[in-house]
């Protein structure tokens, strides 16, 4: 995170958790600092795979969600992005499967290699 911030990416958290629950995860990480946008279930109507989440996460950020890269470990996550007009990445270091990534515009081992191919 610390690199992509350093290069000038802006960074947002989009999640199925609580606000509270996703705020404590990134505080315990040391990566709050980082990241410019957090949405969560309690900030939509619409969950992923629904494109609303990643387009408020857009808006937080000031950028369109065309020039986003939604990196996630699920179709879930891939199929949000790619509805929401991002390029989709897929991370195969969570719970998805090489099939759920179908429809990624990458696929990477874990979420490090990013910075690589960025």
Not at 38 to 51: A, F, I, L, S, W
Request: glycine share 10%.
């Amino acid at each position: 995170m610390r690199v992509l911030r350093s290069r000038g990416y802006l960074l947002g958290v989009v999640t199925s958790r609580d606000r509270d629950e996703a705020l404590m995860i990134l505080q315990c990480s040391d990566l709050q600092p980082f990241i410019g946008a957090v949405v969560t279930r309690e900030d939509t109507v619409r969950m992923k795979p629904h494109p609303m989440p990643i387009r408020l996460a857009a808006q937080q950020l000031g950028v369109a969600p065309e020039q986003c890269i939604m990196v996630g470990d699920t179709g879930v996550d891939i199929r949000s992005g790619k509805a929401a007009g991002a390029l989709a990445v897929g991370v195969r270091s969570g719970f998805g499967e090489d099939r759920d990534f179908a429809e990624a515009d990458l696929v990477l081992d874990t979420s490090a290699q990013l910075v690589t191919w960025l």
